[in-house]
């Protein structure tokens, strides 16, 4: 299924069965917008999509860095998410050190040098509190979508906007991280319930963003629980996968591409996105992992990956970051899609390791015959 309307580029690439072209010849004149979805839809293209994430503490730290890469190398991938109300339950700020609420009433520690918040103390923690709980009618803000909108408007570029929708990790926040996972494993009708509410929280958030003129919405979750033991990839395919069978139902209805961010290991959870429908996944995968999927899945969705972030991170060095960017190129980088080139850009990561790891996608590679 090609979702949306895309500009074929002619004299480019090969076939996927037996690929005869590995990296740009010529700078196309192709839009961001029309790379990425090809890119997206297995089609050739010019060059792999760019999408350089910028994590807390870089734009105050680098804004002169960062106007640099954007003017170099400008993203293909604009993420137009407006920023969070406050809301009733919010208090203090993400963007200043020390801790803040968010809108669901967690409470959550600031992480350092673009590392994620660690939560303090789930709002559901006690039993006693689940009957009084009433999830953030943020969620379907008005104001929020017409930001947005306004947002895509104004760019050429492929606009991604970034969900709520990822109903494991939000139990584990609202519940409690050891809690949830015994409630699952004993498969507890209280768990059960508040997990048919949210589902309906998330769904109508999802019919939100799929009004919207975004052209992809990431949803997602952290599957490393998933991926530990075999009882809990049943419990994810008996439990979880469903709801996200009806996320994907409302978007590509809606001519939505579907975009997965995991924080931790799939497992065998990538064949369930395949069947699912989602379109690119990102996910921390070692190369070696990468390169082994890439042999097995290459055609059926696309990998929304670069390098690890530690291989871009100090104290990497230039050379060792093209080395990690080839050898993910040459098995997945045939100018026929299946590749984002997606990297972290922390505050300790100096500019020329973004520019090194932009300018390796752009050299021409060794054609396969």
Not at 293 to 302: E, K, N, V
Request: glycine share 8%.
């Amino acid at each position: 299924m090609l979702r949306l309307t895309s500009v074929f580029v002619n004299g480019i690439g090969g076939s996927l069965g037996q690929p005869t072209y590995h990296g740009p010849r010529v700078e196309q004149s192709m839009i961001s917008r029309d790379r990425v979805i090809r890119t997206l839809n297995q089609q050739p293209i010019d060059r792999a999509p760019r999408d350089i994430w910028l994590l807390p503490g870089i734009e105050a730290r680098c804004p002169d860095d960062i106007a640099e890469i954007n003017v170099r190398f400008p993203p293909d991938i604009v993420h137009v998410n407006s920023p969070w109300p406050v809301g009733k339950r919010g208090k203090g700020s993400s963007s200043n050190s020390g801790t803040f609420t968010d809108v669901w009433g967690c409470l959550w520690r600031e992480g350092e040098n673009g590392s994620l918040p660690t939560l303090i103390e789930s709002p559901l923690a006690g039993a006693a509190q689940l009957a009084d709980y009433r999830f953030p009618p943020e969620l379907l803000d008005g104001h929020r979508v017409a930001k947005v909108n306004k947002g895509c408007e104004s760019t050429t570029r492929f606009t991604l906007a970034h969900s709520e929708a990822r109903p494991l990790d939000r139990l584990r926040q609202l519940r409690g991280m050891e809690t949830t996972l015994a409630e699952l494993t004993e498969n507890k009708p209280a768990l059960h319930e508040l997990l048919a509410k949210l589902h309906v929280c998330l769904a109508r958030e999802i019919q939100h963003w799929a009004g919207t003129n975004v052209d992809g919405v990431v949803i997602g979750d952290n599957l490393a629980w998933v991926a530990s033991a075999r009882s809990h990839t049943k419990i994810w395919r008996s439990v979880f996968k469903p709801l996200y069978l009806e996320y994907c139902r409302i978007l590509h209805a809606q001519d939505k591409f579907v975009f997965f961010l995991s924080n931790g290991p799939l497992g065998d959870g990538l064949e369930d996105l395949i069947e699912m429908g989602v379109d690119a996944v990102h996910a921390p995968w070692s190369r070696t992992d990468l390169i082994d999927l890439a042999d097995r899945r290459r055609g059926q969705i696309t990998f929304w990956s670069g390098i690890e972030r530690n291989l871009i991170e100090p104290p990497q060095k230039c050379p060792q970051i093209r080395a990690a960017v080839f050898q993910i190129r040459k098995v997945l980088d045939y100018g026929a899609g299946g590749i984002i080139a997606q990297s972290a850009w922390a505050p300790a990561t100096p500019i020329r390791s973004i520019i090194t790891f932009c300018e390796e996608w752009m050299i021409q590679l060794p054609v396969t015959v």
